[in-house]
């Protein structure tokens, strides 16, 4: 089958539209993060057992690189939806242009691109998301010696329910009949049962957990993860430390909020020859001491930009609400969100450090 060739004959309409290529300000921004990274080390890490294309008979596939770079867009842009991801592919000269594509070309439907992400894996994106790091690191930039570990609630995509709601239907969808819908299909769609309860601040939510770290020095996002919201921040905390050893240069130092004060952590750090840089908090017996108020208000100096990037990513992706009703594609999402995260900020990054 092989996949679909993308050399392109130019039509008229490719003529005319290049003519308005230099005003085209999503072209250009485009443009600029083709040339941020070398694709094709991340086309190899994609074809490595990818199982389409292979066969000489039927249509040929799309390749897996044109359809990463397909929801690479998808983030970079803010489209909600697949079918809207479609519709602009179609519509946009500069998604046109940046997946190689001629207007006369129609974008892969929008099923196809739900079915490209049942065929990645967490084991894909550490390799794409580590090879994207050791390349920015290969020109230069000192990544993951010190990381910011944080968590910050998601919001189920399904309306809440109550606990005892919520354990009927997971129930239900234990037994042949929960698996079935109305007409006796497999299930679709369905609500999330994996999302639960906890309370911060004194609200309640209904949702997930996401858990990440981030590069303190540049702000890359070195691993990202969810779970139920009502799981502890601290149970991540080892789970974000070693996932985010993506470089040469070797992890010093780990910030993270008082969330994470205690001996298992300490010790955890201790033991790896890590720096500790948990901020403390006040005990039972004891406060917080001079130097320790001092030391803390040093740290959350440090570790703001994991806030930033949840802030960033809740305000240019709509990173507090979950998109889908299971944690592995959310988590796909967010891997997707890293991914194109990282991209734009190597190419800001070297963008500042450039000479005028």
Not at 77 to 91: A, G, M, T, V, W
């Amino acid at each position: 089958m092989g996949f679909k060739s993308e050399q392109k004959n130019l039509t008229f309409s490719d003529l005319e539209r290049s003519f308005k290529d230099e005003k085209n300000r999503s072209l250009k921004t485009l443009m600029d993060l083709e040339k941020t990274i070398l694709w094709d080390r991340i086309e190899s890490i994609l074809l490595k057992d990818y199982p389409v294309g292979h066969k000489k008979e039927g249509n040929k596939a799309y390749s897996p690189l044109f359809l990463f770079k397909c929801l690479l867009l998808q983030k970079w842009f803010r489209i909600q939806s697949d079918p809207e991801l479609e519709s602009q592919i179609n519509d946009r000269q500069s998604f046109q242009v940046f997946l190689d594509i001629s207007a006369q070309e129609a974008s892969p439907d929008h099923s196809t691109f739900s079915r490209f992400r049942k065929r990645l894996t967490k084991g894909k994106f550490e390799l794409i998301v580590g090879d994207i790091l050791n390349q920015f690191s290969d020109q230069g930039l000192t990544i993951n010696e010190g990381i910011a570990i944080d968590a910050r609630i998601v919001k189920s995509a399904s309306r809440p329910v109550s606990n005892k709601t919520l354990k009927k239907i997971r129930a239900k969808r234990e037994t042949p009949e929960g698996k079935l819908d109305k007409n006796g299909n497999p299930l679709k769609f369905s609500r999330d049962i994996e999302s639960n309860w906890t309370i911060k601040n004194n609200k309640n939510y209904y949702g997930l957990k996401e858990h990440a770290s981030v590069d303190a020095k540049y702000g890359f996002v070195l691993t990202t993860v969810l779970s139920p919201a009502s799981v502890h921040d601290t149970n991540y905390f080892t789970y974000c430390t070693l996932y985010s050893r993506h470089t040469k240069h070797g992890l010093v130092i780990v910030y993270a909020d008082k969330g994470y004060a205690g001996e298992p952590n300490r010790t955890f750090l201790a033991m790896n020859k890590f720096k500790d840089g948990i901020m403390r908090k006040d005990s039972k017996t004891a406060k917080l001491t001079e130097y320790e108020i001092e030391r803390n208000k040093k740290i959350s100096k440090l570790r703001y930009i994991v806030e930033q990037y949840f802030g960033l990513s809740h305000l240019y992706d709509n990173g507090q609400q979950a998109r889908f009703t299971t944690i592995e594609k959310n988590n796909i999402d967010i891997w997707f969100r890293q991914v194109a995260f990282n991209i734009k900020r190597g190419f800001n990054i070297f963008q500042r450090l450039s000479p005028a």
